[in-house]
């Protein structure tokens, strides 16, 4: 199987009331986690990259890692830029083999987000590559950047006809009360699923994306806590809410802070049991398979994606 566009998994998330995992990757280990569990349950795979994942592994590391990862998987896999941060970024990943993009003009005027958006769209449709774009903005971290509670902003349903027509891009990031990271409610999760209701009837049949869609799932944080971390209260989206998403409109759902979170809770594990180890393939091996155990129950229990690669 080739690496491939978001298009037709798009098209049977949609049509068969599920949605596709995007994960987030940085590393070998990460990839690897990740397709393993993606191949045990024979699921469509998302695989995406931020400007700071870049930064930190290298573009040619990171796309080799990931043809390795679909030659040996078998699997579709879509290679998708995350936070495509200007027309440069997109440009440049595009000639280097990613079959998706996001350029995020999220934070732009309506006019500005859809100028760039189109300068985008139409030098990737013309490679075959698919373009998700952003309205409305979401509050938490994403690359260093802080966006407050206050600065953060709901979809305004009344804009997306109009910015879906002239942009031509093919998702749609829309913001409903998810935050990027690890503390994104204080009470009670609230989502405005009557904001995905409405943008859903305006767009029949149009692919939804929502970010800051990890569970923070409770297990791992209390496993940090017990090693020795600091995460208090880190509280996400509850399963239920992201399962109702994805029989909706909603065909991508990204995870990153629930990868990190058991990436991390089971190498500080594995160094309160094992204080003398030191080779990094005793910690990340563990670190590894609890990766792959928490991709298969998203696949199975939240995505509704199992089988259908
Ligand atoms: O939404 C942001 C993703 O979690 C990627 O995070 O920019 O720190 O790689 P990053
Ligand atoms: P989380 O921080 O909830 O995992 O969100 C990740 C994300 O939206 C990546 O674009
Ligand atoms: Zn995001």
């Known amino acids: 199987m080739p690496l491939v566009n978001s298009r037709e998994m798009f098209k049977k998330a949609y049509e068969g009331g599920y949605a596709i995992g995007a994960f987030n990757v940085n590393n070998m280990e990460i990839i690897q986690g990740i397709v393993e569990g993606a191949q045990e349950e024979n ?9 700071g994942a870049r930064k930190y592994a290298n573009h040619t590391y990171l796309m080799k890692l990931i043809e ?34 996001m350029i995020d003009g999220s934070h732009l005027p309506f006019e500005e987000n859809i100028t760039i958006t189109r300068k985008v769209v139409e030098y ?18 994403e690359d260093d950047i802080k966006v407050s509670q206050e ?22 990031a ?17 989502l405005r699923f009557d904001i995905l209701k409405e943008v859903g009837l305006r767009l029949p049949g149009f692919p939804i994306v929502l970010h800051g869609a990890s569970s923070v799932m409770p297990e791992y944080v209390k496993m940090i806590n017990q090693f020795g971390g600091k995460l208090g209260d880190a509280k996400g989206v509850p399963e239920e809410m992201l399962r109702q998403a994805a029989s909706m409109a909603v065909c991508k759902i990204n995870i990153d802070s629930d990868l990190r979170l058991a990436f991390t809770a089971l190498i500080r594990k594995h160094f309160a ?10 910690y990340l091996s563990e670190a590894r398979t609890a990766l792959k155990d928490m991709v298969r129950h998203k696949i199975v ?6 089988g259908k690669a």
């Open 43 to 51: 699921a469509p795979l998302i695989l995406q990259v931020s400007a």
């Open 68 to 101: 390795a990862a679909e030659a040996t998987s078998g699997l579709n896999i879509v290679v998708h830029l995350d936070h495509g941060p200007d027309y440069e970024t997109c440009k440049s990943v595009i000639d280097g083999g990613f079959t998706s993009v």
């Open 124 to 141: 990737a449709h013309d490679r075959n590559v698919t373009v998700e774009a952003e309205l409305g903005r979401l509050a938490g971290v």
């Open 151 to 172: 600065d953060s902003s709901y979809t305004r349903p009344e804009e997306v006809e109009e910015f879906v027509k002239r942009t031509g891009c093919d998702s749609l």
């Open 174 to 190: 829309i913001a409903i009360g998810t935050s990027h990271g690890a503390y994104k409610f204080k009470g009670e999760a609230k």
């Open 273 to 282: 049991e094992h204080p003398d180890h030191f080779d990094p393939r005793q």
């Open 301 to 306: 229990h939240v995505l509704g994606c199992d």
